[in-house]
């Protein structure tokens, strides 16, 4: 990988290594069990298990959220990876999305197209087991500004795909919202990073940073995050005045972000 590469903790600040989050909703005794069952099938071909995600930020919300595994194995071959498929089928039996694989090489040489990935992984991590490989990364930042606009840009394309097969249907207006919402948020930090600013951990402090730097209407951002976390119920607010609110600051924010390299371009009126 070309380019200068820099440390991730220079962006995002410290990493969680080792620290448990306060939140009792995470299934711990799953993560153990997923541990445990991983080194027995693995065995030597195993690295590294690391939790991260929002069960290692601390926005864990068991209604909405998964316990994302990472596993570092040395050899990643077709019949390696069959030797531990139980274990995967297993988690998947718990309700949780499979592990991500990658042997050291594979992740060392990644950084460069999962910026944004990594730069929260290094962040907020949990070693379960072995090396800490995740808190070695040096995260080339020079293409973080494209993924960041490509994510927001293509998860915009299919919200509104989404939104138009729901029609009128309010409930699954609000329902698409609230889905969307935790990668909107963390979009939104990133797009802070981009943008050249320290970006604060927790979402509604970036979506408020942001809101200021950029300059969109935050309100409805906050209330459907407020409807994620169960402090509200989306269902007593009009669901098109507050989509058409959202969608806004979700285009505000892309606009910002395409601009940083592009100053020069003109654009449409």
């Not at 990988?1 to 600040?13: E, I, N, P, T």
């Not at 290692?56 to 019949?79: I, K």
């Not at 718990?94 to 694989?101: D, G, V, Y």
């Amino acid at each position: 990988m070309g380019g200068s590469a820099v440390a991730v903790r220079a962006v995002a600040g410290q990493a969680a290594v080792g620290s448990r989050s306060e939140n009792a909703m995470i299934p711990e005794d799953k993560i153990k069990q997923f541990v445990e069952k991983m080194r027995a099938a693995a065995g030597a071909n195993l690295e590294s298990v690391i939790l991260y995600g929002s069960a290692a930020s601390g926005d864990y919300n068991p209604a909405f959220s998964n316990v994302n595994l990472f596993c570092v194995l040395r050899d990643t071959s077709y019949a390696k990876l069959r030797s531990v498929a139980s274990v995967v089928q297993w988690w998947d039996r718990q309700k949780q999305p499979p592990p991500l694989f990658m042997t050291r090489e594979e992740l060392e040489r990644s950084t460069d197209v999962f910026t944004i990935e990594f730069v929260d992984m290094v962040r907020h991590h949990r070693v379960l087991w072995g090396d800490n490989l995740i808190g070695k990364l040096q995260i080339p930042m020079r293409l973080h500004r494209l993924q960041v606009e490509y994510e927001l840009r293509e998860k915009l394309i299919l919200l509104r795909q989404h939104l138009l097969l729901a029609g009128d249907n309010e409930y699954r207006m609000r329902e698409l919202m609230v889905r969307s919402v935790a990668s909107f948020a963390t979009l939104f930090r990133h797009a802070l990073i981009a943008l050249g600013e320290s970006a604060p951990a927790a979402r509604r402090d970036a979506v408020a940073q942001l809101a200021s730097r950029v300059g969109f209407d935050r309100s409805a951002v906050d209330e459907v995050l407020d409807a994620r976390e169960n402090k509200a119920k989306l269902k007593k607010f009009n669901a098109a005045e507050i989509l058409s609110a959202y969608l806004e600051a979700v285009e505000k924010v892309i606009s910002a972000v395409d601009r940083i390299a592009k100053p020069d371009i003109p654009r449409h009126s």
